[in-house]
């Protein structure tokens, strides 16, 4: 779950942060297997997403937008969870398509790397998520080819778990697993892409800090930071040699993403590895500052 709160200046195309926030609620769990959303789960959502509606109203926000991504749209409540949320806070709830998640995705990436005139290259933005993964292929800041797989982070930590210290043999089988859906699942388009990758979402910003050693997270820093596979090598090394309550006692790494990083680490290698990419660009913005574009314009 994540919160953005900022005012938008008249007739500009930049704004001032107000307030920031995120929190791993792990709407999936248990998804994949049922098909549903899990009580528990829709519980700490719903609470969290209600909490942030009245930060946002205390913060005198004159607009709220939620979205709602892979877990809604594809649990069979999804609508009635939606529906529940908007009876709960007064604001209206969207569930977007996974083409509709991209693209969002796309506008706040290449709103925060480059701000300006259109990258000279193409880009490749990968979204690593709890219930999907989307790759964006974009050229002259419009999208070519979008893909939404259902390859999340959290089915992959229920079916591979890594409570202990990393059983590699485990984690080599879960890579080929990834490896074998990328390749099978994505499109020529992307598979044959030779510009810049970038990631965004939780995976990706967390590998930065951490390679940053960072002991407070500073999106600023964050932002546009180089990842080389050999360094992400070495961080799923360190990673790996940790118990679950040792990675979430890491700064910039937070409790409830302690057993998802290293699913998330496989879905970056593994793509790196597919499309020979020696580095990752990573992107602090993402989904929410996309919305955030769309309502500004």
């Given at each position: 779950?994540?919160?953005?709160?900022?005012?938008?200046?008249?007739?500009?195309?930049?704004?001032?942060?107000?307030?920031?926030?995120?929190?791993?609620?792990?709407?999936?769990?248990?998804?994949?297997?049922?098909?549903?959303?899990?009580?528990?789960?829709?519980?700490?959502?719903?609470?969290?997403?209600?909490?942030?509606?009245?930060?946002?109203?205390?913060?005198?926000?004159?607009?709220?937008?939620?979205?709602?991504?892979?877990?809604?749209?594809?649990?069979?409540?999804?609508?009635?969870?939606?529906?529940?949320?908007?009876?709960?806070?007064?604001?209206?709830?969207?569930?977007?398509?996974?083409?509709?998640?991209?693209?969002?995705?796309?506008?706040?990436?290449?709103?925060?790397?480059?701000?300006?005139?259109?990258?000279?290259?193409?880009?490749?933005?990968?979204?690593?998520?709890?219930?999907?993964?989307?790759?964006?292929?974009?050229?002259?800041?419009?999208?070519?080819?979008?893909?939404?797989?259902?390859?999340?982070?959290?089915?992959?930590?229920?079916?591979?778990?890594?409570?202990?210290?990393?059983?590699?043999?485990?984690?080599?089988?879960?890579?080929?697993?990834?490896?074998?859906?990328?390749?099978?699942?994505?499109?020529?388009?992307?598979?044959?892409?030779?510009?810049?990758?970038?990631?965004?979402?939780?995976?990706?910003?967390?590998?930065?800090?951490?390679?940053?050693?960072?002991?407070?997270?500073?999106?600023?820093?964050?932002?546009?930071?180089?990842?080389?596979?050999?360094?992400i090598e070495r961080l799923l090394i360190r990673l790996g040699a940790l118990t679950v309550a040792e990675r979430g006692a890491l700064p910039c790494l937070e409790p409830g993403r302690a057993d998802l990083i290293?699913?998330?680490?496989?879905?970056?290698?593994?793509?790196?590895?597919?499309?020979?990419?020696?580095?990752?660009?990573?992107?602090?913005?993402?989904?929410?500052?996309?919305?955030?574009?769309?309502?500004?314009?």
């Amino acid at each position: 779950m994540r919160l953005l709160v900022a005012d938008v200046e008249p007739g500009s195309h930049g704004w001032r942060v107000v307030e920031a926030d995120q929190r791993v609620t792990r709407l999936g769990e248990g998804l994949a297997a049922s098909g549903r959303l899990g009580e528990a789960p829709a519980e700490r959502t719903a609470a969290a997403v209600s909490e942030y509606v009245a930060r946002a109203r205390r913060a005198a926000a004159q607009r709220v937008a939620i979205v709602a991504t892979s877990a809604v749209r594809e649990a069979g409540i999804g609508r009635e969870f939606a529906a529940a949320i908007e009876r709960a806070t007064g604001e209206q709830v969207t569930i977007v398509s996974g083409d509709e998640e991209a693209t969002l995705t796309l506008a706040g990436v290449l709103g925060g790397l480059d701000g300006g005139p259109a990258p000279p290259t193409a880009t490749l933005v990968v979204d690593i998520g709890g219930g999907s993964t989307e790759y964006i292929l974009a050229r002259d800041r419009e999208p070519v080819t979008t893909t939404s797989l259902r390859l999340g982070v959290v089915d992959l930590a229920e079916r591979f778990p890594f409570r202990g210290t990393v059983d590699w043999p485990r984690y080599r089988a879960m890579q080929a697993e990834i490896a074998g859906r990328l390749a099978a699942e994505l499109p020529s388009e992307i598979l044959a892409h030779s510009g810049r990758l970038v990631g965004t979402a939780g995976t990706a910003t967390t590998l930065a800090a951490l390679d940053l050693g960072l002991h407070q997270y500073d999106p600023g820093r964050v932002q546009g930071h180089v990842l080389a596979s050999d360094a992400i090598e070495r961080l799923l090394i360190r990673l790996g040699a940790l118990t679950v309550a040792e990675r979430g006692a890491l700064p910039c790494l937070e409790p409830g993403r302690a057993d998802l990083i290293v699913a998330g680490t496989g879905v970056v290698l593994a793509t790196m590895d597919l499309i020979a990419a020696g580095q990752l660009i990573v992107s602090d913005w993402g989904l929410r500052e996309g919305m955030l574009i769309r309502l500004a314009s």
